[in-house]
């Protein structure tokens, strides 16, 4: 009786053993979640948002610049930030953040790079300019050359600070080099950007101005007096360069690469860059 209760129970825990190996097989063999999870992981990239510290005399350029180059890269979207080259390099010194910087002088970019702050392989030059006077549109105002500066009708004479503002430097190379920066220092008046210099001129607070002619062209309200030839200061060369702590680094080097594109320059000269 025994040997039969033992036979027994050996049957059925084979039988036990056997139903229970059935649904392990499919267990051992569940490719398909996996499969999912792949296709999850393997989404898009996000979205990157960059953000542009620019020149102000660039202003109007780049924002028309800013459409036609979102559309034609749906992946990426430009924030601005515009001011005067000098005040810009000191923000982006700071931590500021940037991720690309598009100076109006070298000097700018350089004392960037010298510290390390921008990389250095993706700086370009991407456009030039000229130094223009101006007077408001309907002004009586009749000088023909920057040497007539010295007239003493002239009462305010508007100019970007020198220390900030590559136009102000500009300006003040081509009043050195004529030697009439003595007779016209008392009636200076210093705008905090190169497009406050404009305004100046626009609202009638100065009589004159020295401007980019990419900023003159834009304006209504003002017309050229003289042009200034290019021995009289530094070449007006615009500097461009991705910031090394930029945390979207392709898609500013994307950027850079479409405003010197034939596209990118075509809407520059638009707007009266060379």
């Known amino acids: 009786m025994k040997q039969q209760l033992l036979a027994l129970c050996t049957s059925l825990g084979l039988l036990l053993t056997a139903c229970s190996g059935t649904p392990a097989a499919p267990q051992a063999a569940q490719p398909a979640p996996s499969t999912s999870a792949s296709k999850a992981s393997a989404a898009p990239t996000e979205k990157a948002e960059i953000m542009v510290s620019a020149a102000a005399s660039l202003t109007d350029a780049l924002n028309e610049l800013k459409s036609t ?7 990426i979207t430009v924030s601005y930030n515009f001011g005067s080259s ?5 923000q982006i ?41 101006i007077t408001g549109a309907s002004s009586s105002v009749t000088i023909d050359s920057f040497e ?3 007239d003493s009708s002239l009462k305010h004479i508007a100019v970007g600070e020198p220390k900030t503002v590559p136009a102000g430097r500009y300006a003040k190379e081509v009043m050195d080099t004529l030697k009439i920066s003595d007779s016209v220092k008392g009636r200076l008046v210093y705008g905090s950007d190169v497009r406050q210099v404009l305004t100046f001129v626009e609202s009638g607070n100065a009589e004159v101005g020295i401007v980019y002619a990419s900023d003159a062209l834009i304006s209504k309200n003002v017309k050229i007096l003289a042009t200034a030839k290019s021995e009289w200061h530094k070449p007006i060369v615009y500097p461009g360069a991705v910031v090394a702590a930029s945390e979207h680094a392709d898609a500013a080097i994307t950027f850079l690469s479409y405003l010197t594109s034939d596209k990118g320059k075509e809407i520059l000269k638009k707007y009266g860059f060379q």
């Open 148 to 150: 007539k500066l010295t």
């Open 86 to 90: 000098g005040k810009l390099a000191q």
């Open 93 to 133: 010194g700071q931590g500021a953040p940037s991720d690309v910087f598009l100076s109006a002088s070298a000097k700018d970019m350089n004392g960037l790079e010298e510290k390390q702050l921008i990389t250095k392989d993706t700086r370009q030059d991407f456009t030039q300019n000229e130094l223009v006077l």
């Open 69 to 75: 180059f979102e559309a034609d890269n749906p992946g």
